[in-house]
Nanobody, 117 residues
Framework: QVQLVESGGGLVQPGGSLRLSCAASGSSFSFYVMGWYRQAPGKERELVATISSGRSTNYAVSVKGRATISRDNAKNTVYLQMNSLKPEDTAVYYC???????????WGQGTQVTVSS
């Protein structure tokens, strides 16, 4: 069982920046494929970014150039840096872990990001 705890959400003005963090349990974090997803009201959950165990990254078109996903295996933590935030980035952001040994998917509880003036 992997537990994921997100932090760093909040209210930010358009054009601002935010860094989300996700702390994961487990001794095999470095092998997890980690990702960030988001869900806006009335919409389906969508991919924001993923990072593999080899640190290969993948981004949604809507955030490419504005978002950076990274991981610190020593801290069992994955980050999402979001810049030039837009109102349409408003959503609950969820951390996700894909564990190859299983396989299994795990989700965090989500953290609210609101972009508004």
């Amino acid at each position: 069982q992997v537990q994921l705890v997100e932090s760093g959400g909040g209210l930010v003005q358009p054009g601002g920046s935010l860094r989300l963090s996700c702390a994961a349990s487990g001794s095999s974090f470095s092998f997890y494929v980690m990702g960030w997803y988001r869900q806006a009201p009335g919409k389906e959950r969508e991919l924001v970014a993923t990072i593999s165990s080899g640190r290969s990254t993948n981004y949604a078109v809507s955030v490419k150039g504005r978002a950076t996903i990274s991981r610190d295996n020593a801290k069992n933590t994955v980050y999402l840096q979001m810049n030039s935030l837009k109102p349409e980035d408003t959503a609950v952001y969820y951390c996700h872990a894909y564990v190859l040994a299983g396989p299994a998917n795990y989700w965090g509880q989500g953290t609210q990001v609101t972009v508004s003036s």
